[in-house]
């Protein structure tokens, strides 16, 4: 094979390898926003109970916190989604999740099953902060109102 066919092989492969990178960009961030829309979602149509929550949870002001965490939730989500400002979105986000999962799953303090079941969600949410943190470093893709589809 000639040098300039096994190039032009060289930049098909790396074209088809950015395809599928910048569609599962996509489709990370459309997971990790899928998250936070319905979470800000439920808190906002269910604002009474959310507050209350809050306020069972030791949360000082539960209806400013009730509030910030939908703005958080439904902004950052929508950011994420859309791929805008993602890599601030992410870190955002990334930090927010880092202090609720603090305030709400602390199984430091439980024993038994409900120790591993608070554990289980604190780990679980550990692994959408590391979803987060890669989407800062990596951005948002082409596929992205940032990226806007360039190649």
């Known amino acids: 094979m000639s040098r300039s066919h ?7 492969d790396a074209t088809t390898v950015d ?3 910048d569609s599962l960009l996509l489709a990370a961030r459309l997971f990790l926003a899928a998250v936070f829309l319905y979470s800000g979602a439920v808190k906002l149509l269910a604002w009474q109970a959310a507050v209350t929550e809050f306020g069972q949870l030791d949360v000082p002001l539960p209806v400013i916190a ?3 965490t939908v703005v958080v939730q439904l902004f950052g989500g929508l ?3 859309l791929g805008w400002q993602v890599r601030a979105a992410a870190a955002a986000l990334a930090a ?9 799953h602390p ?4 024993a038994g099953v ?3 079941r608070q554990l289980t ?7 959408i902060v590391g979803g987060f943190l890669l989407l800062a470093v990596t951005g948002p893709g082409r596929l992205s109102l940032e990226g806007k589809g360039r190649a």
């Open 6 to 12: 096994s190039g032009d092989r060289a930049s098909a």
């Open 19 to 21: 395809a599928w990178a």
């Open 66 to 68: 009730v509030t910030a």
């Open 79 to 81: 950011a994420i989604g």
């Open 96 to 104: 927010f999740t880092v202090i609720a999962t603090l305030i709400g």
């Open 107 to 110: 199984f430091w303090s439980f």
């Open 114 to 116: 409900e120790f591993q």
């Open 121 to 127: 969600t604190a780990l679980e949410h550990l692994a």
